[in-house]
């Protein structure tokens, strides 16, 4: 089994759709969540921090299922410049231990 | 403030010649990685070092690469000789290692490609 699983895609949606992403981790003792956004030829940026109460941050939901070693990412009301690779991102909570990183869910928003 | 800088941006250049790239982290941050990503296999992690030490290089391929962090601002992957399949993007990132887990801020990336 593979660390970080993610659904693949493409996510194809009309611009104001909401849309979700599931990603899945096998290691149970990962203590930090996170997902990074990628556009096509760029390096990957820090979208966003997952915390076990789940966060929210303007349109971008993030929430954590440890029982079920799931992390989930929704987009509302999506924009044009959403369209982009998310990658879940996982790692133990163990101080400069590098991230684990899923291959990312492509998404790509058309009007 | 200046993010993680590398060089070069792209680069090109015939299987068995040596090839190195540079990175210069964030000023402050004390852990630095490689990675590698491919459409195969996504972002890899190649080797992380926290301040200046190379902690785990599990994820070099091979002996034919090797990575050095000489000062805190500094570190250099290199490839010897190298090889087609290792036409890739390079990243280096780094972050604070001040307990628990921080956010990595990325580099532009080296695009290589050997030919």
């Known amino acids: 089994r593979k660390e970080v699983e993610q659904d693949p895609g493409p996510f194809n949606v009309p611009e104001g759709a909401t849309v979700a992403f599931n990603c899945t981790y096998s290691n149970s003792a990962s203590q930090s969540f996170f997902w990074y956004r990628q556009d096509c030829r760029k390096e990957p940026k820090l979208l966003m921090s997952v915390y076990s109460s789940g966060n929210e941050d303007g349109r971008f939901t993030a929430q954590l299922n440890r029982a079920s070693q799931y992390i989930s990412l929704l987009i509302r009301d999506s924009k044009l410049s959403d369209s982009a690779t998310y990658l879940c991102?996982?790692?133990?909570?163990?101080?400069?231990?590098?991230?684990?990183f899923g291959k990312g869910t492509t998404l790509s928003v058309s009007s | 403030d200046a993010g993680v800088i590398q060089s070069p941006r792209h680069e090109v250049t015939e299987m068995g010649q040596e090839v190195t790239l540079r990175c210069k982290p964030i000023?402050?941050?004390?852990?630095l990685f490689w990675y590698r990503q491919t459409m195969m296999r996504g972002l890899e992690l190649l080797i992380y070092f926290n301040n200046n030490v190379p902690i785990d290089d599990s994820g070099m391929p091979e002996d034919r690469f090797s990575a050095k962090m000489p000062n805190a601002s500094f570190s250099t992957l290199k490839i010897q000789p190298s090889e087609p399949r290792d036409s890739a993007v390079y990243f280096c990132?780094?972050?604070?290692?001040?307990?628990?887990?921080?956010?990595?801020?990325f580099g532009d990336g080296t695009r290589l490609s050997i030919l």
């Open positions: 990132a780094s972050s604070h290692n001040r307990g628990g887990n921080q956010p990595q801020h």
């Open positions: 991102v996982v790692t133990p909570n163990q101080a400069g231990t590098a991230l684990i």
């Open positions: 000023s402050g941050h004390n852990s």
